[in-house]
C-alpha cells in the first residue's frame, strides 16, 4: 500500500484532534510530528487503491486537497477482487484507456496492473456501448481540463463521508463538487467496489454550493440532470434515491426568487413558478412553504416588473380556489373566476404568511389603490378563516402610510386609527396574535402622517398620549413609548397639514421633552440622531420665511451641545442634507450660496477625516441639482453639472466618496431639460447615451430608467420648435423597438404623450395628424396584443391639445374635426373618461379653430357645457376656456351668480370665483387637482 508521509500526518492529526475534543485522550507533542510513515501491513492482508487520473498538461491539486478527510482513512482486512480474480470487474490487459485509469495494487504483485473497463460482468463491449464509451470519455476529457486524482479507501467510504466531502469540496469551488459527484456516480455505475451510488442528499450539496455563490443556473441544470437520469434509468420512480426531493426544488425556487436584481421583467420570479409547477407535474405537490416562496419572489419585483402583482394575485387566488371547493369560501372570488379541476388537486391552502406576502407586495407596488386593497385583503382572510396577526394588520397600515391618491391619503388617518382599535380589542379579548407591537403604532402614526386630514397632527400626538394610557392602566405594562414613537409624531407633524410653523414648534417641544424625561431616567425615550433630523424637517418644511434660518439654529445647537459634552450625539449627513433642503426652499438671494456651502463643507471634512456621518450622499447631491433647477436660474444646469462632475472626481479619489448613481444622471437630464441654452437637449441626450452605454457594460448602478428617458424626451420637447418634435419621435420609436432586456426598463404611456406635447409644440403644419397617427398606433397596438400600452386620458386630451393650438388657416376645420373625433373616442371608451383638463382644452380649440360668427360654435360650445356640468367637472380653467369660446354663456353665468357686469369687468378674475361659489356643488364633484 502506498502511504505519503503528509497524508499519514493529516490523518493522525484528525483522529488525535477528535479524540482529544471527546476527552477520550491528551495528545503528546509528538502526535503531531511523525518524521516517517507507519511500516506496510503483513503480505496477507489486501488492498486496493483505485485512482480515477483526468488527463491534462497540469497537475492542479493533490487528491488530499480534493477529499481533505473522510476518504484518507485506512484500509481494513475486507477480501477485495484482484487482477488475477475471475470475478475481478477488470480485465488483465494493462491498455491504457485514453488517460483514464482504473488500477488495482495487490499486496501479492510488486507492480501496479493498469486494465481497460468492461462490464461487471467481465464480457467485452458490443459496438454500440464502445461507441457510447468513446462518447463519454471524450466529453470527460474536453469537461475536465485539470489531471486530478480522486483516491476511495475500500470500505472507509459510506454516503455520509462522502456527502462530507461533498461539503468540503463545495466550500472550496463548486465544481470540484460537481466534478467529484459525476465522477462517483460514473465509478458506481461502472461496478468498481467501494463506491457509494450518489443519492439525493449528495446533489442537494452540490447545488446548494452553487446557490451560495450565486450560480442559480448551473443549480437549475443540476436539477434537470437528476430529473432527466431518474426519468431514463427509474421509470419515473419518486422513490429513487436520486429523486429530487421537495427540499431540492424548494432551494431551486429559492434561489430564484432571491435573484431580484435587474429582474425587470420578472423572468427570476418566472423561473421560480415553473420550478412549483414542475414539482405539481411530477407528483409531487408543492406544500404551501413553497407556494409561498413564489409569492415572496413576486412580491420582491413588485414596483419592478409590471406583471409582479397581478402574478402574486394570480397564485392567491388559485390557492383560495381550493378552500372555496372545500367548503371554505361562501361564493367566488372578486374576479369571478371558477378553479379548475388541476387547481383544486395541487394548490395547498393559503396561510397567514402567503396573505402577509401578498400585502407587503403591495405596499412596494405603484398601484394608485394599493392601501384599499390591502384592506380588501383583510376581508378575504376573514372569509377564509385565516386570522390576520400583528404582522399581516402592521403590513396593511404600511400600505395606508405609503398611499399616494387623494383619496387614499383622504381615509388613511381614520383607517390607521380602526385598524389599532380592532387590535387592541382582539387583545383584550384573548387573541394575543393581535396584540399591536410598538412597530405597529408607530407605522399607525405614519400612515396619519401621510393623510390628508386637516386634523391628522393632534390623531398622531393622540397615539402617543394612548400608548402612555395602556401602559399605565396596566392594559399593556410591558409597552413605553420608545424614541422611534416620538420620531413618528415628529415626522407625522412636519407633513400634516395645516399650520405647518406651529407644527415645527411643537416638533422642538417634543424635542426638549425627550431630553427631560431622559435625564429622569426614561432611557428609551433618549432622542437620537434621527430625532434632531425629524426636528429639521420640521422647519424645513415649515414653509415659514425664515425656515432655513430657524433649521440651521437647531443644527448649530446640536453642534454645540455635541462639542460641550452634552449629548454624545452629533449631526450626520441626515441633518446637514435637511438643512440643505430648507435653503434650496427659501426665497433669500444668497440661498443657493448658503446651500453649496454646506455640500462643500461636507466633502471637505470627509476627504480629510473619511468618517462616514460626514460624508455626502446621493440624496445630498439631488437636494443641491434640485435647488438649482427649482430657482429656474439660467446657470442652473451648469451649476448642476459643476456638482456631478465634481461628484465624479471626488469618487475617483477612491476615499469612499459615493459615485453617482441613476437619480443623479436623472436630475442633471432634468436640469438640462428646463435649460434655455440652445445645445440643452443635446447634452440631455448624450448623459443619456453615458448611462446606457455604462449599463450594457455592466454598470447596473446608472441603469438608465423610464424616469431617464422622459426627462430626455422633455428636453427635446422644450425646443420642439427647432426640430425637437420629431428628435423626441425618432427617440421614442427606437427605444421602443428595443427588447425589454436591453432597455433595462418599461415603455410607458408618458413618453408617447410627451412626443405629442412636442409635437403640438412644433407647430408644424402636419402636426395634428401626426399627433393623431401615434394615438391610432397605439390603440392598434393595444387592441392587437402587440402592445401593453394603453393611451389613457392624458394620450387623448394631448391630441386635443395638439389640435387647439394649430396656428394655421389651411387646416383648421380638419384639425377641429379631429379633436371632436378624439374626444367623442374618448368618451366611449371604456376606463379612462374625460376630466377637467380635457374639457377645458375642447373650449379652448373651438375657440381657436372655429369663427366666432360661425352659429355651430355656440351651440357646440353650450351642448358641451352642459355635459361638463353633468360629469361634475367646472373649474377655474373649463370657466376660463368658456369665456374665450362662449361670451354670451359666460355672461349669463355671471349674472345668474351674482358677478361683476360690464365690459371692464368681463375679464375680472373674482368673477370665475363668483360662478364657482355659487354654482351647484354636484357641477365641480369630480375635478381633477
Same mark, same amino acid.
Given at each position: 500500500?502506498?502511504?505519503?508521509?503528509?497524508?499519514?500526518?493529516f490523518l493522525?492529526?484528525?483522529?488525535v484532534t477528535?479524540?482529544?475534543?471527546c476527552?477520550l485522550?491528551?495528545?503528546?507533542a509528538?502526535?503531531?510530528?511523525i518524521?516517517?510513515?507507519?511500516? %506496510? %501491513? /503483513?503480505?496477507?492482508?489486501?488492498?486496493?487503491?483505485y485512482?480515477v487520473?483526468?488527463s491534462?498538461?497540469?497537475r492542479?491539486n493533490?487528491?488530499?486537497?480534493r477529499?481533505?478527510l473522510?476518504?484518507?482513512?485506512?484500509?481494513?482486512?475486507?477480501?477485495?477482487?484482484?487482477?488475477?480474480?475471475?470475478?475481478?470487474?477488470?480485465?488483465s490487459d494493462?491498455?491504457?484507456?485514453?488517460?483514464?485509469?482504473?488500477s488495482?495494487? +495487490?499486496s501479492t504483485?510488486?507492480?501496479n496492473?493498469?486494465?481497460?473497463i468492461?462490464? %461487471?460482468l467481465?464480457?467485452p463491449?458490443?459496438?454500440?456501448e464502445?461507441?457510447?464509451?468513446?462518447?463519454?470519455?471524450?466529453?470527460?476529457?474536453?469537461?475536465y481540463?485539470?489531471?486530478?486524482?480522486?483516491?476511495?479507501w475500500? *470500505?472507509?467510504?459510506?454516503?455520509?463521508?462522502?456527502?462530507?466531502?461533498?461539503?468540503?469540496?463545495?466550500?472550496?469551488?463548486p465544481?470540484?463538487a460537481?466534478?467529484?459527484?459525476?465522477?462517483?456516480n460514473e465509478?458506481y455505475?461502472?461496478?468498481?467496489p467501494?463506491t457509494v451510488?450518489p443519492?439525493?442528499?449528495?446533489?442537494?450539496?452540490?447545488?446548494?454550493a452553487?446557490?451560495?455563490v450565486g450560480?442559480?443556473t448551473?443549480a437549475?441544470?443540476?436539477?434537470?440532470?437528476?430529473?432527466?437520469?431518474?426519468?431514463?434509468?427509474?421509470?419515473g420512480?419518486?422513490?429513487?434515491?436520486?429523486?429530487?426531493?421537495?427540499?431540492?426544488?424548494?432551494?431551486?425556487?429559492?434561489?430564484?426568487?432571491d435573484?431580484?436584481?435587474?429582474d425587470?421583467?420578472?423572468?427570476?420570479?418566472?423561473?421560480?413558478?415553473?420550478?412549483m409547477?414542475?414539482?405539481?407535474?411530477?407528483g409531487?405537490?408543492p406544500?404551501?412553504?413553497?407556494?409561498s416562496i413564489?409569492?415572496?419572489?413576486?412580491?420582491?419585483?413588485?414596483?419592478?416588473?409590471?406583471?409582479a402583482?397581478k402574478?402574486?394575485?394570480d397564485?392567491?387566488q388559485?390557492? *383560495?380556489?381550493?378552500?372555496?371547493?372545500q367548503g371554505?369560501v361562501?361564493?367566488?372570488d372578486?374576479?369571478?373566476?371558477?378553479?379548475t379541476t388541476t387547481?383544486?388537486?395541487?394548490? /395547498?391552502?393559503?396561510?397567514?404568511?402567503?396573505?402577509t406576502?401578498?400585502?407587503?407586495?403591495?405596499s412596494?407596488?405603484?398601484?394608485r389603490?394599493?392601501?384599499?386593497k390591502?384592506?380588501?385583503?383583510?376581508v378575504?382572510?376573514?372569509r377564509v378563516?385565516?386570522?390576520?396577526?400583528v404582522?399581516?394588520?402592521?403590513?396593511?397600515?404600511n400600505c395606508?402610510?405609503? =398611499?399616494?391618491?387623494?383619496?387614499?391619503r383622504?381615509l388613511?388617518a381614520?383607517?390607521?386609527?380602526r385598524?389599532?382599535?380592532e387590535?387592541e380589542k382582539?387583545?383584550?379579548?384573548?387573541?394575543?396574535? =393581535?396584540?399591536?407591537?410598538l412597530?405597529?403604532?408607530?407605522?399607525?402614526?405614519?400612515?396619519?402622517?401621510?393623510?390628508?386630514?386637516?386634523?391628522a397632527?393632534?390623531?398622531?400626538?393622540?397615539?402617543?398620549?394612548?400608548?402612555y394610557?395602556?401602559n399605565?392602566?396596566?392594559?399593556?405594562p410591558?409597552?413605553?413609548?420608545?424614541?422611534?414613537?416620538?420620531?413618528?409624531?415628529?415626522?407625522a407633524?412636519?407633513? =400634516?397639514?395645516?399650520?405647518?410653523?406651529k407644527?415645527?414648534?411643537k416638533?422642538?417641544k417634543y424635542?426638549?421633552?425627550?431630553?427631560r424625561?431622559?435625564?429622569?431616567?426614561?432611557?428609551?425615550?433618549?432622542? +437620537?440622531?434621527?430625532?434632531?433630523?425629524?426636528?429639521?424637517?420640521?422647519?424645513?418644511?415649515?414653509r415659514? /420665511?425664515?425656515?432655513?434660518?430657524?433649521?440651521?439654529?437647531?443644527?448649530?445647537?446640536?453642534?454645540?451641545?455635541?462639542?460641550?459634552?452634552?449629548?454624545?450625539i452629533r449631526?450626520?449627513?441626515?441633518?446637514?442634507?435637511?438643512?440643505?433642503?430648507?435653503?434650496?426652499h427659501?426665497r433669500r438671494?444668497?440661498?443657493l450660496?448658503?446651500?453649496?456651502a454646506?455640500?462643500l463643507?461636507?466633502?471637505?471634512?470627509?476627504?480629510?477625516?473619511?468618517?462616514?456621518d460626514m460624508?455626502?450622499?446621493?440624496?445630498?447631491?439631488v437636494?443641491?441639482?434640485?435647488?438649482?433647477?427649482?430657482?429656474?436660474?439660467?446657470n442652473a444646469?451648469?451649476?448642476?453639472?459643476?456638482?456631478?462632475?465634481r461628484?465624479?472626481?471626488?469618487s475617483?479619489?477612491?476615499?469612499g466618496?459615493v459615485r453617482?448613481?441613476?437619480?443623479?444622471f436623472?436630475?442633471?437630464i432634468?436640469?438640462?431639460s428646463?435649460?434655455k441654452e440652445s445645445?440643452?437637449?443635446?447634452?440631455?441626450?448624450?448623459?443619456?447615451?453615458w448611462?446606457?452605454?455604462q449599463?450594457?457594460?455592466?454598470d447596473?448602478?446608472?441603469?438608465?430608467?423610464d424616469?431617464?428617458?422622459?426627462a430626455?424626451?422633455?428636453?427635446?420637447?422644450?425646443?420642439?420648435?427647432?426640430?425637437?418634435?420629431y428628435?423626441?419621435?425618432?427617440?421614442?420609436?427606437?427605444?421602443q423597438s428595443?427588447?425589454?432586456?436591453?432597455?433595462?426598463?418599461?415603455?410607458?404611456?408618458?413618453m408617447p404623450?410627451?412626443?405629442i406635447?412636442?409635437?403640438?409644440r412644433?407647430?408644424?403644419v402636419?402636426?395634428?395628424?401626426?399627433?393623431?397617427?401615434?394615438?391610432?398606433r397605439?390603440?392598434?397596438?393595444?387592441?392587437?396584443?402587440?402592445?401593453?400600452?394603453?393611451?389613457?386620458?392624458t394620450?387623448?386630451?394631448?391630441v386635443i391639445?395638439?389640435?387647439?393650438y394649430?396656428?394655421h388657416?389651411a387646416?383648421?376645420?380638419?384639425?377641429?374635426?379631429?379633436?371632436?373625433?378624439?374626444?367623442?373616442?374618448?368618451?366611449?371608451? +371604456?376606463?379612462?373618461?374625460?376630466?377637467?383638463?380635457?374639457?377645458?382644452?375642447?373650449?379652448?380649440?373651438?375657440?381657436?379653430?372655429?369663427p366666432q360668427?360661425?352659429?355651430?360654435?355656440?351651440?357646440?360650445t353650450?351642448?358641451l357645457?352642459?355635459k361638463?356640468?353633468?360629469?361634475?367637472?367646472?373649474d377655474?380653467?373649463v370657466?376660463?376656456?368658456?369665456?374665450?369660446?362662449?361670451?354670451?354663456?359666460?355672461?349669463?353665468?355671471i349674472?345668474e351668480?351674482?358677478?361683476?357686469?360690464?365690459?371692464?369687468?368681463?375679464?375680472d378674475?373674482?368673477?370665475?370665483?363668483?360662478?364657482?361659489?355659487n354654482?351647484?356643488?354636484e357641477?365641480?364633484?369630480?375635478?381633477?387637482d
Open positions: 500500500m502506498e502511504y505519503h508521509t503528509r497524508d499519514c500526518r493522525t492529526r484528525t483522529l477528535w479524540m482529544a475534543a476527552c485522550i491528551v495528545p503528546p509528538s502526535a503531531f510530528t518524521q516517517s510513515p507507519p511500516p %506496510p %501491513p /503483513p503480505p496477507t492482508r489486501k488492498q486496493a487503491i485512482t487520473e483526468l491534462s498538461s497540469k492542479i493533490q487528491c488530499h486537497n477529499f481533505p473522510s476518504l484518507w482513512g485506512t484500509p481494513t482486512d475486507a477480501s477485495l477482487p484482484t487482477s488475477s480474480s475471475s470475478s475481478a470487474p477488470f480485465s494493462n491498455t491504457n484507456n485514453d488517460n483514464i485509469l482504473i488495482g495494487h +495487490d504483485s510488486s507492480t496492473a493498469t486494465t481497460n468492461v462490464t %461487471p467481465n464480457r463491449l458490443d459496438e454500440e464502445a461507441q457510447e464509451a468513446a462518447r463519454i470519455k471524450a466529453s470527460k476529457k474536453k469537461k481540463q485539470a489531471n486530478e486524482t480522486y483516491n476511495f475500500e *470500505e472507509t467510504l459510506t454516503l455520509q463521508s462522502f456527502n462530507m466531502d461533498l461539503h468540503n469540496l463545495a466550500s472550496q469551488d465544481q470540484k460537481k466534478d467529484a459527484l459525476e465522477i462517483m465509478m455505475r461502472e461496478g468498481v467501494s451510488e443519492d439525493c442528499r449528495c446533489y442537494n450539496t452540490v447545488i446548494e452553487y446557490i451560495l450560480d442559480v448551473t437549475q441544470e443540476i436539477l434537470q440532470s437528476m430529473e432527466d437520469r431518474v426519468d431514463q434509468e427509474e421509470g420512480n419518486l422513490t429513487s434515491v436520486m429523486a429530487p426531493s421537495e427540499y431540492t426544488y424548494m432551494m431551486v425556487a429559492q434561489a430564484w426568487a435573484d431580484a436584481k435587474d425587470v421583467s420578472g423572468k427570476s420570479a418566472e423561473q421560480a413558478e415553473r420550478i409547477r414542475r414539482m405539481q407535474e411530477r409531487l405537490p406544500n404551501v412553504k413553497v407556494w413564489v409569492m415572496e419572489g413576486w412580491r420582491k419585483r413588485s414596483g419592478i416588473a409590471r406583471i402583482m402574478r402574486a394575485e397564485l392567491l388559485e390557492m *383560495e380556489a381550493v378552500l372555496e371547493t371554505g361562501d361564493g367566488n372578486e374576479t369571478g373566476d371558477s378553479p387547481t383544486v388537486a395541487t394548490a /395547498p391552502p393559503p396561510n397567514i404568511i402567503t396573505y406576502s401578498y400585502i407587503a407586495g403591495l412596494r407596488s405603484k398601484d389603490c394599493l392601501a384599499r390591502a384592506d380588501a385583503t383583510l378575504r382572510m376573514e378563516g385565516v386570522k390576520p396577526d404582522a399581516a394588520y402592521t403590513s396593511v397600515l395606508w402610510a405609503k =398611499a399616494n391618491n387623494r383619496k387614499e383622504e388613511s381614520a383607517r390607521a386609527l385598524i389599532l382599535d387590535m382582539r387583545y383584550a379579548r384573548g387573541d394575543y396574535q =393581535a396584540k399591536p407591537s412597530i405597529t403604532y408607530a407605522t399607525a402614526i405614519r400612515a396619519i402622517g401621510n393623510s390628508l386630514d386637516r386634523d397632527a393632534r390623531r398622531a400626538e393622540g397615539i402617543l398620549k394612548r400608548i394610557e395602556l399605565k392602566s396596566g392594559k399593556m410591558n409597552l413605553k413609548p420608545t424614541t422611534s414613537i416620538y420620531n413618528a409624531v415628529i415626522n407633524l412636519s407633513r =400634516a397639514p395645516g399650520n405647518r410653523l407644527f415645527a414648534q416638533a422642538e424635542l426638549m421633552e425627550m431630553h424625561r431622559s435625564a429622569k431616567g426614561e432611557k428609551e425615550v433618549q432622542p +437620537d440622531v434621527r430625532t434632531w433630523a425629524a426636528v429639521l424637517r420640521s422647519w424645513a418644511m415649515s415659514a /420665511p425664515d425656515a432655513a434660518e430657524n433649521a440651521e439654529r437647531v443644527l448649530d445647537q446640536l453642534e454645540d451641545m455635541h462639542l460641550k459634552g452634552e449629548t454624545p449631526p450626520n449627513y441626515v441633518c446637514y442634507t435637511t438643512v440643505m433642503g430648507a435653503w434650496g427659501s438671494h444668497d440661498a450660496d448658503k446651500m453649496e454646506i455640500l463643507r461636507m466633502e471637505d471634512h470627509f476627504t480629510k477625516t473619511q468618517e462616514a460624508r455626502p450622499n446621493t440624496v445630498s447631491y437636494t443641491a441639482i434640485d435647488a438649482f433647477v427649482r430657482r429656474n436660474d439660467r444646469a451648469k451649476r448642476a453639472q459643476a456638482t456631478v462632475d461628484m465624479m472626481k471626488l475617483s479619489m477612491k476615499l466618496h453617482p448613481t441613476r437619480i443623479v436623472n436630475t442633471l432634468h436640469a438640462w428646463k435649460s445645445e440643452a437637449a443635446q447634452r440631455a441626450e448624450e448623459i443619456f447615451k448611462m446606457e452605454a449599463y450594457q457594460a455592466g447596473y448602478l446608472v441603469r438608465p430608467d424616469v431617464s428617458l422622459c430626455v424626451l422633455n428636453a427635446w420637447a422644450n425646443q420642439a420648435d427647432s426640430n425637437g418634435a428628435r423626441a419621435q425618432q427617440i421614442f420609436d427606437h427605444m428595443l427588447s425589454l432586456e436591453q432597455r433595462g426598463f418599461h415603455i410607458s404611456i408618458m404623450n410627451i412626443v406635447k412636442a409635437i403640438a412644433s407647430g408644424d402636419d402636426a395634428v395628424s401626426r399627433a393623431e397617427d401615434i394615438l391610432i397605439l390603440e392598434n397596438d393595444f387592441l392587437f396584443d402587440r402592445s401593453t400600452l394603453r393611451p389613457d386620458v394620450t387623448y386630451s394631448s391639445n395638439c389640435c387647439a394649430f396656428r388657416n387646416g383648421k376645420a380638419e384639425a377641429l374635426e379631429v379633436a371632436l373625433r378624439t374626444f367623442r373616442k374618448l368618451c366611449d371608451m +371604456d376606463g379612462d373618461k374625460p376630466n377637467n383638463i380635457t374639457f377645458g382644452t375642447l373650449f379652448k380649440a373651438i375657440s381657436n379653430l372655429m360668427e360661425d352659429e355651430q360654435r355656440e351651440t357646440l353650450r351642448s357645457f352642459d361638463c356640468c353633468e360629469e361634475g367637472l367646472v377655474p380653467f370657466l376660463s376656456q368658456i369665456r374665450a369660446a362662449s361670451p354670451q354663456l359666460f355672461e349669463e353665468l349674472e351668480t351674482g358677478g361683476k357686469r360690464g365690459p371692464k369687468s368681463f375679464m378674475p373674482s368673477n370665475i370665483e363668483q360662478i364657482l361659489d354654482i351647484p356643488t357641477w365641480s364633484a369630480y375635478v381633477l
